[in-house]
T-cell receptor, first 112, second 114 residues
Framework: DQQVKQNSPSLSVQEGRISILNCDYT??????FLWYKKYPAEGPTFLIS?????DKNEDGRFTVFLNKSAKHLSLHIVPSQPGDSAVYFC???????????FGTGTRLKVLA | DADVTQTPRNRITKTGKRIMLECSQT?????MYWYRQDPGLGLRLIYY???????NKGEISDGYSVSRQAQAKFSLSLESAIPNQTALYFC?????????????FGEGSRLTVL
């Protein structure tokens, strides 16, 4: 089964700077990866996705990069804002299905 | 009103009790999921259902059961709750018509087993 790993449990960034959140995976069989954002006392909400046929997808301040040879993806937030402080999860499909496996999450704190 | 509604939002129970967490959705999606979140472990898949007659085990199904009563309803049961089932539980749905299969989550049910 697909394994998705987020090796940094937390990250602190100054407001206005770039936040980079990383995710590694072990299986090459996928169609999409997804990023979710989660605030305390709320359910995760979808942020951005990337297809396996692309190496970059951008949506406003959020850009996801995919490096297939390294089995690595990253989420860039530029410029970071205090409201971006949340836990971010990357997720990949297991066995090519719509059964998503999530990483352990990275808690981002943007300092004003 | 939320598109994916979970009840109860908070529950404290004792070891050995039977607990049911309920999920209903108004999004019209066929696929429904139950995840649990634990500190440091992220979101782990318990069970999922791709339509009313389909039930599948996820990563951590032991100690849990589910029922898909209708397209819009998917409930999770703990037949005999134990303390290590204390966690935040999320229901999610996804649409068969989207390429990504993006998940839509409920607000969560916090369960404490004493």
């Amino acid at each position: 089964d697909q394994q998705v790993k987020q090796n940094s449990p937390s990250l602190s960034v100054q407001e206005g700077r770039i936040s980079i959140l990383n995710c590694d995976y072990t299986n090459s069989m996928f169609d999409y990866f997804l990023w979710y954002k989660k605030y305390p006392a709320e359910g995760p909400t979808f942020l951005i996705s990337i297809s396996s046929i692309k190496d970059k997808n951008e949506d406003g301040r959020f850009t996801v990069f995919l490096n297939k040879s390294a089995k690595h993806l990253s989420l860039h937030i530029v410029p970071s804002q205090p409201g971006d402080s949340a836990v971010y999860f990357c997720a990949g499909p297991s066995s090519g299905t719509y059964k998503y496996i999530f990483g352990t999450g990275t808690r981002l704190k943007v300092l004003a | 009103d939320a598109d994916v509604t979970q009840t109860p939002r908070n529950r404290i129970t004792k070891t050995g009790k039977r607990i049911m967490l309920e999920c209903s959705q108004t999004k019209g999606h066929d696929r429904m999921y139950w995840y649990r979140q634990d500190p440091g472990l992220g979101l782990r898949l318990i069970y999922y259902s791709f339509d009313v007659k389909d039930i599948n085990k996820g990563e951590i199904s032991d100690g849990y059961s589910v029922s898909r009563q209708a397209q819009a309803k998917f409930s999770l049961s703990l037949e005999s709750a134990i303390p290590n089932q204390t966690a935040l539980y999320f229901c999610a749905t996804s649409d068969t018509g989207t390429a990504t299969g993006e998940l839509f989550f409920g607000e969560g049910s916090r369960l404490t087993v004493l």
